[in-house]
């Protein structure tokens, strides 16, 4: 069992009437996630995906990240929101934060598009001259602003560099039929992959959107997929001794109790982009209506040297999940004659067995300090680990969607600012909208 | 002027007479930072630090960083928290967040020995090999656990690297006589700088603390002090039309006001560890006694398409502060004759335009979605904005402090999970706490 939780530390917090008093709806929410028949059912296609996966592309994805490895130095994915964080987060997790400084025998990778910075992309640019690159641009759209003004850019640089056999450099993923880059994909031969209809962008990472990424950086899909399909079939049948239920009611419960701020915890720096994709998953999936609790992200022990003293004693608003990575290792620290700092008392010890204790010393001392902690273990980074988690988030976060009374799977707000910056950049259609913009912007200055 | 600061989008929810209530008591804030009779007033030497450097350890930094620079390709900083995150926020902030990536005279640099994973080691030492070398152990005390650890085994690797020519390597930043790293800077050599006794760690950076590395990154440490040494000129005389006391009451009122969330907010991915060094500021001053808004951060655009929908639509807990970076460029977006992918809108704009108009788009649908805005804006990331916004920030933070009724320089729950920490690893000294935590660990697995 490479996976856990537990709630050994919310007895304080969290009782079993709780838990009982929720019982129903909680069902019923894990009902309408394996039914398929709540409010934004269409988006459902991740819930199969780890058995359903179009095996023709899953192949065809292979061979093309063996072809990028083969032929570039770099590679720049371009794509914001779901489009890069799960990659990103399947990368950092298996291979570690410091997987392009490694030596290794795959291409660097780097995921733009995802601002509107020029000195980013300028940096990008400097670090791509004098080496091979590839290109995978991944928009369902394909008219979304930042990635495509990044592939614009990009495309016109690759072309500059190889002339015509830029086009075999480029690799597309994204809608079936419709959008802007399918037709571009048919005309200059672009090798493509399906962004599918029914799966948003945040559940999107065991799809094409995030496969190609991860094979280039030579992570083993087969491995991330049997992860997937055991949590399918551990997750998705029973709603009785399910982790995901019980995730879904701690939270839930603690929201109802005041709790404003979850806080996702690890204890290792290769899983800070992961829980950067926690933080659209839940944060995009159950943020409207007024509703949900405010996704935030910490990595132990270094943040507990800056956000520390304020989980400790600050407003108590928060809890905490905490993903304790508890892989053995044989890294020893080793005895110090003079002693000279004092950590004589850690030599023989593993770097691991130190991290255990601060990790449960940390749980402790915050459940003393009224911080509820979910507590997770994986004992693992392997692609099989990344998986399984990735599934086990998903489908919790459905359940948890439901119970709060929410359509897990829309996200309205997110048109709020696209709408006002098309108007102040004069996009066609937004007409009106620009003449509105700029009345209240007058409005504004006075 | 290159720092401005507007209540442009707070009319909605800030009033005169709110602001007029609270003038006496921010005044009173404002008079125990400058007259230094506040509690916790023995830790304000960075007030005056701008003006009072000790010049002849400023110039010996300098020195240093040229050796470094002249002899490593590697530069290793171990340090934890307020140790590591100004001149990690520094560098950034002026080089970029692909600093290390880039092409450039200086040497690459890696944080080190602010976490316990053995896998993040194994990746730094194996970026290592076959390289030059050299370290800075940044530690007041010299015994923390985490640059603790890590010092004993990147220390080991240089001796097994350089032999007795590795003490050339080692430069220690620590307290002027006490602690356990001092007597051996003098045993083996190393050149060492010092911790200052009236400066915590989140308020260091424009000490030793953070000077060396920042110089070492080719940063002009001469224009960092001269942008604090204006700061401190315009802040700390007058209380009145002073942005530090403007900022400072707009977070206290938004407070009262029921948001427990303060988002800082840029636009540029340089920002994102400078986003991080505010949070260790403020979350590490004010989380105390049950108070202070939690400091959580974003990148725009990036975060819009991650955690957007919940800033627009979610539970309304939150505000955000935006450091607008607003820095002319000559990035222009070509036309395409096709226009395939619609954007032939943007042709001929440059890509700060664009990023201007999604920042001010977002302002708008933000405050539409009752999320107040404090609005900022820098003109340029040169070393001289990034020392007046570190002093502004600083300041700013030890007026909130005060407001909110707390001591802003001390961090006493920092301590607890260190003591359970050092109870479970039976360090000499816990033996009484160590047979308790195992007595508690036995009752809670029952």
Chains 1, 2 share one sequence.
């Not at 993923?173 to 048919?186: H, M, S, Y």
Request: hydrophobic share 35%.
């Amino acid at each position: 069992m490479a996976f856990s939780l537990s709630d050994k530390y919310l007895g304080k917090f969290i009782s079993t009437f709780d838990m009982a008093a929720v019982e129903n709806e909680l069902k019923t929410a894990f009902d309408l996630v394996k039914h398929k028949n709540g409010e934004g059912s269409d988006f459902l296609g991740w819930v199969n995906l780890p058995y359903d996966h179009n095996m023709e592309e899953y192949e065809r994805i292979k061979k093309a990240a063996k072809k990028i490895q083969d032929s570039c130095d770099v590679f720049l994915v371009i794509g914001i929101g779901g489009s890069y964080l799960g990659a990103r987060a399947a990368i950092e997790f298996v291979q570690g934060n410091l997987y392009n400084d490694k030596k290794k025998n795959t291409p660097d990778i780097y995921f733009v598009g995802n601002d509107i910075s020029s000195s980013h992309m300028r940096d990008v640019i400097s670090i791509c001259e004098g080496r091979d690159v590839c290109i995978n641009v991944i928009s369902k759209s394909g008219t979304t602003t930042e990635p495509g003004v990044a592939f614009r850019v990009l495309r016109s640089m690759l072309e500059k560099k190889y002339g015509n056999k830029a086009n075999e450099r480029i690799f597309v993923t994204t809608d079936a039929k419709k959008g802007a880059l399918r037709p571009q994909a048919e005309e200059y031969g672009y090798e493509s992959f399906v962004v599918p209809d029914d799966i948003g962008g945040r559940y999107s990472v065991l799809s094409a959107v995030g496969l190609l990424p991860i094979a280039v950086a030579g992570i083993d899909l087969d491995e991330m997929f049997k992860g997937a399909k055991d949590a399918e079939d551990e997750y998705t049948q029973s709603f009785y001794n399910n982790d995901c239920v019980k995730y879904a009611s701690y939270r839930n419960l603690l929201l109802r109790k005041g709790k404003c701020i979850e806080l996702l915890a690890s204890n290792d720096p290769s899983m800070t982009m992961f829980c950067e994709w926690w933080k659209q998953l839940f944060g995009e999936s159950e943020g409207k209506d007024g509703k949900g609790l405010y996704p935030a992200s910490v990595i132990y022990s270094t943040d507990l040297h800056s956000l520390g003293q304020y989980i400790q004693e600050g407003q108590r608003t928060l809890f905490e999940t905490v993903i304790n990575v508890n892989i053995e290792d044989n890294f020893v620290i080793e005895e110090d004659k003079t002693n000279a700092d004092g950590l004589n008392f850690l030599a023989g010890k593993t770097i691991n067995y130190v991290n255990q204790q601060a990790v449960l010393g940390t749980a402790l001392a915050h459940t003393d300090g009224n911080v509820p902690n979910i507590a997770m273990e994986i004992t693992s980074r392997s692609a099989y680990e990344f998986g399984h988690l990735v599934y086990f988030f998903e489908f919790a976060c459905a359940i948890s969607g439901y119970m709060l009374g929410i359509n897990p799977f829309n996200q309205p707000g997110v048109e709020a600012y696209k709408k006002n910056m098309f108007a102040l950049l004069g996009k066609p259609g937004y007409e009106q909208a620009t003449k509105e913009i700029y009345e209240r912007l007058e409005k504004l200055s006075k």
